[in-house]
């Protein structure tokens, strides 16, 4: 039986385009810090839009959907 996800809906700021993903991990409150974001994202454990982002800053923008464990964010 799989898991069932929460949904985080996380709106981005007046102004911003995007938000780098280790932030938005941390800003979702799915990991306590920023070093442990980094550690998720390093060793593979989050998928961007289904496929798996290694890249600690990348730029996460509005319709994405990023997961992490049982959390499914998908920014607005």
Same mark, same amino acid.
């Given at each position: 039986m799989a898991n069932k996800l929460n949904r985080i809906i996380?709106?981005?700021r007046d102004g911003e385009e995007y938000?780098?993903?280790i932030q938005l991990l941390k800003a979702a409150n799915v990991?306590?810090? !920023?070093?442990?974001?980094?550690e998720v994202v390093?060793? !593979?454990l989050v998928l961007r839009n289904g496929e798996v982002e290694? #890249?600690? #800053?990348?730029?996460?923008?509005k319709g994405e959907i990023v997961v992490f464990q049982n959390f499914e964010i998908t920014v607005e």
């Open positions: 996380f709106t981005l938000i780098p993903l990991v306590c810090s !920023g070093s442990e974001a980094q390093v060793a !593979g290694l #890249r600690k #800053r990348a730029k996460i923008t």
